[in-house]
């Protein structure tokens, strides 16, 4: 069958409810959390150790506020303030080390603190060896304490270069977006390009007569693969730029970056109607749930849309006795829908 309809891809980040993370901040969020571990443990090993252990929780507190509170500090104050929270917290977790050998036992805590405590473990281990390589940079680094596994994505734009939250490929056909692929980790979202192409095939029957993605998608194998179903991909061709061009490709050109603005468009929706610019939920599987029914929910809106504008046609062709009639079998379906999904199983 011959190739049909159009396939727009893009990739996006759906930033996580989190405050902007610093090394000083998450350090200080690291402490908090040890010192309330602390708490917890000493209260049953109190008749055991009768010295509570020294955590200098507000000296500690102090030595934060004095470079938090300044507008601008210099890079060696923060580094000897992050030198001081690594001391406070590695004394901390020596503490928690001898409460479990003085009989503490880890089942006194809550679910939460027994998540923190294996996440500020790895905080300090992170920071620690930022601290001594002198780098700003590490794999898997964690960002927040209550979301470990949100993780920076580069975006490289002028507003916001970097997001924290999950990256997100999408999908858009016959103005229907469709989410592809989450992740936490950033991913090249060329390497998926074929991924979708195949989806649109299984979907539709046929494969899609063009494809309209960015420069970041036009790759020799995405081009090698899309010459071989006989699909056009949008763009210009690789190798220098051409002089003469004649006026039907420019014309072309612009007209595929039109219709590429319909994804983009899909995304400002989402984030300024369906509230996807800030994914309220903490848990990982929540936040995935979170992420598609959005996407559940603009499709919804677009098919009510696409209904509603059948409706007023046939309104305008037909007597308003009619169309009050099919509003009323359509309400009754829904009702009765409704009604039996009511009822027990």
Known sequence: MPNRGKLLSDASCAPGDIRYPNDLGILNQAREKSEEIIDTLYETVREKVKKKPKTYRKLARKEYLKVAKKRRPRTKKIRKAIKKQLQYLKRNLSHIEQLIQAGASLEVLSNYQYKSLLVITEVYRQQQWMYENKAKRIEDRIVSISQPHIRPIVRGKAGTPVEFGAKILVGCIDKYAFLQRISWDNFNESVAL?????????????????????????TRKNRAFCKERGIRMSGPPLGRPQKNVSPSKKRQALEDEKIRNAIEGKFGISKRRFSLNRVMAKLPHT???????????????????QFFCLFLCFQKRHSFLGSQLLMKIIIGVIINKKQLSLLPS
Do not use: C, K
């Open 194 to 218: 074929q991924e979708q192409i195949e989806a649109y095939y299984s979907y539709t029957g046929v494969y899609p007569e063009s494809v309209h993605v960015d420069q970041v998608y036009r």
């Open 287 to 305: 936040s995935e749930t979170a992420i598609a029914i959005t996407f559940l929910v603009m499709n919804l809106s677009t098919l009510l849309r």
